[in-house]
Structures are given as C-alpha cells and as structure tokens.
C-alpha cells in the first residue's frame, strides 16, 4: 500500500474480517494477527478452520499443537489426518485434550502408521469422549475402548450430545462398545462403519441412516426413524462364504431404502422367517415399507438368481429398482441359459416389478443372454414402468444401437416392442457406488 492510499480493509466491521480469516488457510489466518493489536482480536474470536494438509511437513505436528492451544475457539472443523506420529507420541493425548475444551465441531481423527512399521492401532485417546460439542466425528485406524470410568456409569450417559455423524473407518471395536456408544448418542442421525463388527443390533430413537461392510449379524431392533440401511460390497472372498451375514429386519420397520443385497451374501430374516428360493410373500414375510431397493445378482448363477427373484417377493413397494450385474466368479464355467431362460418363464410374478415398481436402473449392463431374460420377465407383467435405464459396466461398453441389435436377435417381438416404450442406454459407463454420498439423508436415490 502506497502512501497517502486508504486502508480499505482495515475499514472493515470486525464480523466482516472474521468471516474473511475463517475462510483462509489456518497458517494464513495466524499470520494476519501480525498485522495490528485489532488483528490478534480478530483472528482469536474468528471460528476456524484447520486441516493439517495445509501446513508444511517438517513442523506439521508442532504447527497443529501451537494453533489449538493459542487460539481459544470454537473451531468449526478440525481435519487431522496427515500427521505421521508414534503411537506413543504426546500429541496423540495433548491433541484431543486441547479439542475437547475449544468447541469443536467437525472432528477427523486419523492415525497414520510411521512407514515401514508394523505395529497395532493405538487407543482411542479418552479425552475424545469430553468433546461434547461435536457434530460430526469421522476417525480412522484407532482402537476404540471406552474408558471403565464411562462403562462403570448408567447406559444412559450422554457422551456425545450433539452428535448428528459418525464415520468410523479400521477401527476394532467391541459390540458392547459400539452399543453402549449408540446408547449414549442421543441425536445421533448417520453412522458410516467401515470396521469388521460381529453384529450390529440397532436401537435408537434418532438413528435415520446405516451404513455397514463387514459383520456377521444385523438386526433392527428399534429404530422408528430408520429410514436407509446399506450394506457396502464385501471383497470377493466373502462372497460365496458359508456364513453368510443374517441380516434381520421386522415387517413394521419403516426402512424405506435398503441395498445392496447380495442374494449369497445376506440371509434375510423377516419376522423370524428366513428367506429362501422357494419363499412366497404373505404378511410374514414382507417389508412394505421398501420404496428403493438395490440389488447385487450374478446372472450367471441359477441359484443366485433363483434367491434374487425370491428377495424381490419380500418388497412389494419397491418403487425404484437398481440390479447391479456383477461378473461371474469363474468367467469359463458354463451358464445354462436354457435353464436360465426356464426359470424366469415359470417364475411366478413379482408384485413389486407387476405393479409397483416405475423405474429399473440396471447397472453394469454387459449384454449377457441372462441378463435379457430377467428383462423379458421383467416386460411380461410390467404395468406400472416408466423407464429401464441400462447403464454399461467398464468392461463391456454398450452403444444403443448395440443393444438393439441384441434385441432384435433375441427373435422376441413383443420384447422389442416393450423396450421401444422404456428403454435408455446411458452414455457413459457405470461408476462404482459412492458409499459416503448414499448417507447423505438429502440424496433422493443414494444408488444413482
């Protein structure tokens, strides 16, 4: 600024700056209260903004010490993920103290392994449990234990009374603690575990979204806000594995949107009644309440099939259907299409494909014989769809007129008419699910 110019941004109102500092990078905002004693105000009554990312490496860890012990909060969000410490380091406890009383908002906690060290996860600092103010907490490769002191008190204990998030991603974790942390998370919205659990048991008067990868046992016990439950795709091991996960929900749930179901890797219990192939829907073995549902099915495997056709019974309101076509685990095995195409011609119908469902996005289309004839059955009964969006997988990139062109080869006129009514082919190939964007309670299809 030359001489004799104004000072402008001086001249500015005190809540103005402060929303000017909140929004520059953390070592910026410290640099301003240099500037002026009006500055040094600002800057310490200015909720911020620190991501560990943002600062240099060599002096990263020291750097996040200085800022959250020399500015008084609150801090909106605090991103610690980049910072490589030992599991003994100060900064591990001193860190989540220094939180715990500066009003935290949005916390993620990360642990990262020194390179080239095999060690275990370090516990999850107690002082975590003090930070009362926080909204969304997300934290990565801990040991979780709550402190005896908490264990020793009632269930009822409030730990996180604002807690509207929670991501808890490579964390061990015991049942009774992830329990007793539902427990005492009273308005608790969204949880994301992407841990291996042994079961899950829901009860929880707040609880709108549930997201899960690894377990062996789900139940919704009580929770009359739940609304979305998701299953992420478990690794290719798991699939085919002779325990499969028992997922039990209760015809009065109110879940509205649940996938993706894998017809080998969840056995459904509805109402005590375990669902197999040959199971037909009656008021004991379904979920009305089913509006979207998302379905994994090989269709290259007749008793996969056959247990996808029976899922699709349980949820007679389905609305919004996705089918993700998933490869075959032995590409070379033979597929018995004629058997395939026996089935679906025998098959009973489906009231939510007769006379519910509006639209069908199948996802990972590869243009296999199996495949169409799942969509045949599908143009048999169909009365009340309005689109059929098949949507290409990675490997085998599909044009309209490619599809067509398989139509017309199935030698099926009046398939061919139906599709001419419904069908879309999407331009662009199907992208892998977004498991953190499917939580999002504003997202109307989580599976699009």
């Known amino acids: 600024m030359g001489d004799g110019e104004e000072d402008l941004i001086s001249a500015l109102h005190d809540d103005l700056l402060g929303k000017i500092i909140s929004r520059l990078l953390v070592k910026d905002a410290a640099r301003t209260a240099v500037l002026a004693s009006r500055w040094r105000h600002v800057w310490r009554s200015t909720p911020l903004v620190l991501y560990d990312g943002d600062l240099p490496e060599p002096t990263r860890a020291a750097t996040v010490t200085r800022v959250l012990a020399d500015h008084p909060g609150p801090f909106r969000v605090v991103l610690i993920q980049n910072c490589r410490l030992a599991s003994h380091s100060p900064e591990l406890a001193e860190w989540p103290r220094l939180l715990a009383a500066k009003d935290v908002e949005t916390l993620l906690f990360a642990y990262q392994k020194p390179a080239g060290k095999a060690q275990g996860l370090p516990r999850i600092p107690a002082d975590i449990f003090r930070c009362a103010s926080l909204k969304q907490l997300f934290l990565n490769c801990w040991t979780w234990t709550i402190p005896p002191d908490h264990l020793s008190r009632s269930r009822s204990l409030v730990v996180f009374p604002q807690l509207l998030l929670l991501t808890l991603t490579n964390i061990a974790i015991s049942d009774q603690d992830l329990d007793h942390l539902l427990a005492a998370s009273p308005v608790l919205e969204n949880i994301i575990l992407a841990c291996p ?65 894998n017809p080998m890797v969840h056995k459904l219990h509805i109402n005590g009644n375990i669902i197999k192939p040959d199971t037909m829907a009656s008021p004991s073995t379904v979920v009305p309440g089913i509006q979207i549902l998302a379905l994994n099915v090989n269709f290259c495997d007749l008793e996969e099939v056959k247990m996808a056709a029976s899922l699709l019974r349980c949820f007679p309101n389905t609305c919004t259907l996705h089918i993700q076509s998933v490869m075959p685990r032995d590409p070379s095995e033979p597929t018995g299409e004629e058997h395939h195409a026996k089935f679906w011609q025998e098959a009973t119908p489906v009231e939510c494909l007769r006379s519910h469902v509006k639209r069908l996005v199948f996802h990972k289309f590869r243009g296999h014989r199996n495949e169409f004839e799942f969509l045949k059955f599908v143009a048999r009964g169909a009365k009340a769809l309005q689109s059929l969006l098949l949507v290409p997988s990675k490997e085998k990139v599909l044009s309209a007129d490619e599809v067509n062109g398989m139509i017309d080869g199935l030698g099926c006129p009046s398939f061919q008419a139906w599709t001419s009514k419904v069908l879309l082919v999407s331009r662009v190939v199907d992208k892998d699910w977004y498991p953190m964007r499917a939580s999002d309670i504003a997202v109307v299809d989580p599976f699009l």
């Open 197 to 261: 659990l042994k079961r899950l048991h829901v009860r929880s008067q707040s609880l709108r979204s549930v997201l899960v990868s690894l377990l062996d046992e789900f139940a919704v016990v009580e929770a009359p806000l739940l609304d979305r439950l998701f299953f992420a795709r478990p690794p290719a091991y798991i699939i085919g594995a002779a325990d499969p996960v028992r997922l039990r929900i209760a015809s009065t749930s109110n879940l509205r949107v649940l996938g993706y179901i």
